[in-house]
């Protein structure tokens, strides 16, 4: 956050940015209005946060949504998919694994060391989904 509040002030755009940080679906789509992005990491709640079929805000938005297929719940993704194809493009963003170079690692670190700070012991099913709402062109 700490890093997004820098650009966001570096940018000018401090009145056309909010957090939101504790939510529900029908909370989450009150929220939305004329151009929206809403960024979403949480950790596998992403399917019930945007489950509300009855609301066309969500038609507007432009969603970015990490995917967590966990065991206990495998098909969060497909399932999003099959909720907004109809509404928004869709692409998939497939997780790359991290390259040293682009983190600027500590070069007294070893390669061992290097790759247990980079991999964050991220599970490899997770993947990204940017839902770009169709009305948008």
């Known amino acids: 956050k700490k890093e997004i509040n820098s650009l966001i002030i570096k940018n000018n755009i401090t009145k056309k940015i909010s957090f939101k940080f504790w939510t529900s679906s029908s909370r989450l789509s009150k929220w939305i209005k004329k151009k929206t992005l809403i960024l979403m990491d949480c950790e596998g709640a992403e399917a019930g946060y945007l489950k509300n079929k009855s609301s066309t805000n969500f038609n507007k938005a432009h969603i970015l949504c990490e995917i967590h297929d966990f065991s206990d719940h495998p098909n969060i993704g497909s399932d999003l998919i099959k909720r907004f194809n109809k509404t928004h493009r869709i692409e998939i963003?497939?997780?790359?694994?991290?390259?040293?170079?682009?983190?600027?690692?500590?070069?007294?670190?070893?390669?061992?060391?290097?790759?247990?700070?980079?991999?964050?012991?991220?599970?490899?099913?997770?993947?990204?989904?940017?839902?770009e709402p169709i009305l948008d062109r």
Not at 94 to 101: D, G, V
């Open 93 to 131: 963003i497939k997780q790359e694994k991290r390259q040293f170079h682009k983190y600027g690692t500590d070069e007294n670190l070893t390669e061992k060391q290097k790759v247990i700070l980079l991999d964050e012991n991220r599970p490899k099913s997770n993947y990204w989904i940017f839902f």
